[in-house]
């Protein structure tokens, strides 16, 4: 059973950064399409960033680009999603997700596994 566990959220003022982390059990890490999405109040599930199995392609979402960057540590089994200048509309729970076989897209659905979320609260 593969599992991932998220950590970082908080509550931080508009311009701050934070770093969320996600640690995955899977012998098979190294080789995941790995991704982060996020839930607002009220709002649909986002895709935030993805990084596909090699860390050959990124992709981000329109509303992070430029402030955000996903990475990732094949020895720690971890994912790593840097927020900086952050802004009160990326308050959300944030979701780690890992694909066995990248898809093709970034659809929420192509996604395996999934953790349970971190809260992060950007106030103005």
């Known amino acids: 059973q593969v599992q991932l566990e998220e950590s970082g959220g908080g509550t931080v003022q508009a311009g701050a950064s934070l770093r969320l982390s996600c640690v995955v059990s899977s012998r098979r890490f190294s080789s995941y399409t790995l991704a982060w999405f996020r839930r607002a109040p009220g709002k649909a599930r986002e895709f935030v960033a993805g990084?596909?199995?090699?860390?050959?392609?990124?992709r981000y979402g329109n509303s992070v680009r430029g402030r955000f960057t996903i990475s990732r540590d094949n020895a720690q089994n971890t994912v790593y999603l840097q927020m900086n200048s952050l802004k009160p509309e990326d308050t959300a729970v944030y979701y780690c997700s890992a694909d066995r076989e990248y898809s093709g897209s970034w659809d929420a659905e192509d996604m395996d596994y999934w953790g349970k979320g971190t809260l992060v609260t950007v106030s103005s």
């Open positions: 990084l596909r199995g090699g860390g050959s392609s990124l």
